[in-house]
């Protein structure tokens, strides 16, 4: 197994190259993607995607265990994983619509039924370990902080997935894959043309006319409940019979439908796999959402500490943006393996300084975060990790404005933004620690314009057209920072 750097990183550095110039301060979206494959037959070479989207090449060694009782070297065993998975579930789900797309099923809500069965008593342990040499030599997916080789245990078992507005009536056999025995996934593709649902997707845009050509079916199963969805594989209709070979055109669809139905884990799925909704006020362990939230909100004596400047009294509330929080199983922002649960919710941080130089309601994200024992860790505050960073940016004339923050001059860029996070502790030596980071942006006009069409390739001459020399991106720098802390 192999430890990659830190989750914190992913967020405010490593993919900041894909989206602005790697120069001032690096910060950026998080990549958005989703696994390519999670499996490779005994003994190969799985690639796996690094944090953010490094990609690490893994060697995988396949070791048979005798039974499905025998403990792996993880210390769990396929019957250990079958008991939280075989037999039959069922979850609410909803059907979810695309501008350019038609979908059948329409846009709304139904049941799934899902069925796994067991295929094999000759479960399998898949150790895998970074490959000599680099990357090389495989196709890279994208995996979240922690891990990027794991170590996990496959079960081969037959699924059946039957929605009752028969959008799906699917059966096939594929693997379970578990790094430990509470959350176990499977990912699974079928061709059009072997569904046996209603389920269609088509679309026209300016690349043309696309029909289905697969679909992408993704399922967890946890103590919390069941979570996935189902994202189609689309190609041009004239280049349907080559597919994304040679002259093809191929669109990759967003997820069309998930389970269970609602929202609220939709803007934390970047960091892993999918989670499940849950009312704030329903307990969890020692603590709810709310309870969460309320340690936030009760907090008092807070300080915000201007570099070169005298400390100033901080007072904040958060307030969440719907009924539900998003609970899941995952990786901590400074990138170790998380123990337990951890519930996400977006909503609004008030906050105001004693000096007045801060008067804001910004628009930021509560992660609550449990122990092995499902006791409530600590608490953490942060700028919305689904686009908040970036996004975020606003013209530097309306900075004041939207960040209500003063004193800060940033009218030698062309955009601003604010970068907040504060970290809660619990129990009777409970504080808080945090920064507040103003940046300026200066935006080159090949970012803020559209680009020009990309010149055709001349055959004849036997060499693609010269093309624009490649955008600089947006260059960020640090304007002004502040420290955050308990009194």
């Known amino acids: 197994m192999n430890r990659i750097p830190s989750l914190l990183a992913l967020t405010f550095g490593l993919a900041t190259c894909a989206l602005v ?10 990549i958005q993607d989703t696994d390519a494959g999670k499996h490779t037959p005994d003994g190969g070479t799985l690639t796996n995607g690094g944090e953010g989207g490094l990609l690490t090449s893994c060697d995988a060694t396949t070791s048979t265990l005798a039974t499905n009782d025998t403990k792996s070297p993880l210390g769990f065993s396929a019957a250990d994983i079958l008991s939280l998975v075989a037999g039959d579930h069922t979850v609410s789900m909803e059907w979810l619509g695309e501008s350019d797309l038609t979908i059948t099923p329409a846009p709304g809500k139904s049941m799934l039924h899902i069925g796994v069965t067991a295929k094999s008593a000759k479960p399998r342990f898949v150790q895998l370990d970074p490959k000599a040499g680099g990357a090389g030599g495989g196709t890279g997916i994208y995996q979240p902080a922690g891990d990027s080789c794991p170590d996990h245990v496959e079960i081969d078992v037959h699924v059946t997935l039957h929605s009752d507005d028969g959008g799906l009536a699917e059966a096939f056999d594929t693997t379970l894959s578990a790094e430990n025995e509470k959350l176990i996934s499977l990912s699974h593709t079928i061709a059009a043309k072997d569904l046996a649902g209603s389920f269609t997707a088509a679309g026209t845009g300016p690349l043309g006319v696309f029909t289905l050509q697969s679909v992408a079916i993704e399922t967890s199963f946890s103590q ?9 594989a689309l190609v041009s209709e004239s280049n349907s019979s080559t597919g994304t070979g040679a002259g093809g055109v191929s669109r990759a669809g967003g997820g069309v439908a998930r389970w269970p139905a609602g929202d609220a884990c939709d803007p934390f799925t970047n960091f892993g796999t999918r989670g499940v909704p849950r009312a704030i006020g329903d307990a969890f362990g020692d603590a709810s959402m709310a309870d969460a939230i309320a340690l936030v909100n009760k907090a008092s004596a807070l300080t915000l500490t201007w ?10 509330a958060f307030t969440p943006a719907g009924a539900s929080a998003c609970a899941s199983y995952g990786n901590s922002l400074d990138g170790s393996t998380q123990a337990g649960v951890q519930l996400s919710i977006l909503g609004k941080l008030a906050a105001k300084t004693g000096d007045g ?9 509560l992660t609550a975060y449990y122990d092995a024992n499902d006791k409530l860790s600590h608490v953490d505050v942060a700028t919305d990790p689904n686009g908040g960073i970036v996004v975020g940016l606003v013209s530097a004339s309306d900075f004041t404005r939207a960040y209500g923050i003063t004193g800060v001059d940033v009218s030698a860029y062309d955009q601003a933004n604010a970068l907040i996070g504060v970290s809660w502790t619990t129990g009777s030596t409970a504080s808080a620690t945090g920064s507040l980071t103003v940046q300026g942006a200066t935006v080159p006009m090949c970012a803020s ?20 020399p490649g955008c600089q991106g947006i260059d960020l720098h640090t304007l002004e920072t502040a420290t955050i802390a308990s009194k």
């Open 307 to 316: 570099q070169g400047a005298p400390a100033a009294s901080l007072k904040v």
């Open 449 to 468: 314009e559209k680009p020009a069409p990309t010149p055709p390739v001349d055959a004849g001459a036997g060499s693609a057209a010269s093309g624009t």
């Open 357 to 365: 130089r801060i008067d804001a309601h910004w628009p930021l994200s």
């Open 21 to 30: 110039a790697c120069v001032g301060t690096s910060t950026g979206n998080p």
């Open 224 to 232: 919390l409940g069941i979570s996935g969805s189902l994202s189609p």
